[in-house]
């Protein structure tokens, strides 16, 4: 098991990457952007412009601060789209790639493979939490320690329960294009939930459903953990569990 996990995390390391070299870019940029947002001299003006729903959605009134700022322009935008197609991507192939062709895939393999996953996205959020820091000190956005990794907790708690699903779906499916589509349609259907629940208020009770409801409802960066936070693991865990029975039936490398 200890080669395969190895294994596993090997498999990964030219996504890994990508991914860090995109999240590097993505929050540098941005962080650079800081001090000319900062001193704009009609920002509230222009902020007040913009539609209740939408100062909601993206926690626009903290905006002219730096925190309120990574927020919108990081945690609420970039950085889980980068993290969810990263895991999700891995986490259809978990159930598609092996070694050994027609090994059974038993459950000890099965939760190998996603801890091999869960590892390689803490060490995404370590390339996030790191880049956020330097970006942080570099452009005066004045982060603090504990909310940066409160957010990149959680963060990383929501790409790993959509990797989880894609595993899953891998393993009704068979076949790795199929549990892609799947764990990115339920992504965004419940991104959408969660977006539409700040303008329509028949959809407000529903809101907290949403993994991304319970990931960025208080911030996240600044927020703190709250309870809600807890059902990102627990998901992931539902899906990995459920998927076992299957996986036990499949053999490696049969489909992809």
């Known amino acids: 098991m200890r080669s395969v996990f190895l294994s596993g995390v090997r498999e990964q390391r030219r ?25 704009m001299p009609d920002l509230n003006q222009l902020l007040a412009g913009y539609p209740e729903s939408i100062r909601r959605l993206f926690d626009l009134q903290e905006f002219g601060s730096g925190t309120g700022f990574a927020n919108a322009e990081l945690f609420r935008a970039l950085i889980p789209v980068l993290l969810l197609a990263f895991a999700i991507s891995r986490g259809a192939r978990a159930v598609a790639a092996g070694e050994q062709p027609g090994r059974p895939l038993t459950t000890g393999l099965v939760l190998v493979r996603a801890a091999a996953l869960l590892v390689t996205l803490v060490a995404l959020g370590a390339v996030l939490f790191l880049s956020v820091l330097a970006g942080s000190a570099l452009f005066g ?11 990149t907790t959680v963060t990383v708690a929501l790409a790993f329960e959509f990797g989880c699903l894609a595993l899953a779906a891998g393993a009704l499916t068979g076949r790795r294009r199929p549990a892609v589509r799947i764990a990115t349609t339920c992504a965004g259907a419940t991104y959408l939930l969660y977006a539409a629940g700040q303008v329509v208020d028949s959809l407000h009770p529903w809101q907290p459903l949403s993994p991304f409801e319970q ?36 053999r490696v490398g049969v489909a992809h």
């Open 15 to 39: 996504a890994f990457l990508g991914c860090g070299a995109g999240i590097v870019l993505a929050v540098l940029l941005e962080c650079a952007l800081w001090p000319t947002i900062r001193t």
């Open 141 to 151: 956005l004045g982060i603090g320690l504990g909310g940066l990794g409160a957010a």
């Open 215 to 250: 990931m960025m409802g208080d911030g996240p960066l600044g927020g703190g953990f709250h309870t809600a936070q807890l059902a990102l693991p627990l998901s992931a865990l539902v899906f990995l569990v459920s998927a076992l029975p299957v996986l036990a039936h499949r």
